[in-house]
């Protein structure tokens, strides 16, 4: 067997790890501890939610992550203003979506300085 078969779960189940951390020091209100489970098939930790509609919702817990950070660094009201104008709403869009520069390390680099300063989001 290889000794290198299973760095990618390890690594996953660590990044999902950390992340599940952040969401709940940096959300505390809205998460808690019972909200997240482990996925035994991907070794990743996920948040699970039940919806209006009585359907259950299962999301990677650095989704939910990158998902809240987007949320709260976008300017929600410019954007909703120019696209009624019709103007360019793209500079304030976020920064941390997913591209060539931004992937999970700066994201997950980023919340952990988010959290050492003290920041709680709503």
């Given at each position: 067997?290889?000794?290198?078969s299973n760095?990618k779960?390890?690594?996953d189940?660590?990044?999902?790890?950390?992340?599940?951390?952040?969401?709940l020091?940096?959300?505390?209100?809205?998460?808690?501890?019972?909200?997240?489970?482990?996925?035994?098939?991907?070794?990743?930790?996920?948040?699970?939610k039940?919806?209006?509609?009585?359907?259950?919702?299962?999301?990677?817990?650095?989704?939910?992550?990158?998902n809240c950070?987007?949320?709260e660094?976008t300017d929600?009201?410019?954007?909703?203003?120019?696209?009624?104008?019709?103007?360019?709403?793209?500079?304030?869009?976020?920064?941390?979506?997913l591209?060539?520069?931004i992937?999970?390390?700066e994201?997950?680099?980023h919340?952990?300085?988010?959290?050492?300063?003290?920041?709680?989001?709503?």
């Amino acid at each position: 067997m290889n000794k290198y078969s299973n760095r990618k779960s390890r690594i996953d189940k660590k990044v999902t790890k950390r992340s599940m951390e952040l969401l709940l020091k940096l959300l505390p209100d809205y998460y808690s501890k019972d909200d997240f489970y482990l996925d035994e098939d991907y070794k990743e930790w996920h948040y699970a939610k039940t919806d209006y509609y009585g359907e259950f919702d299962s999301y990677d817990a650095f989704y939910e992550l990158h998902n809240c950070l987007i949320t709260e660094t976008t300017d929600w009201e410019n954007v909703s203003e120019l696209e009624v104008n019709g103007g360019d709403a793209s500079p304030y869009y976020s920064r941390w979506r997913l591209g060539s520069k931004i992937g999970r390390r700066e994201i997950i680099s980023h919340c952990h300085q988010l959290v050492k300063s003290g920041v709680v989001w709503g």
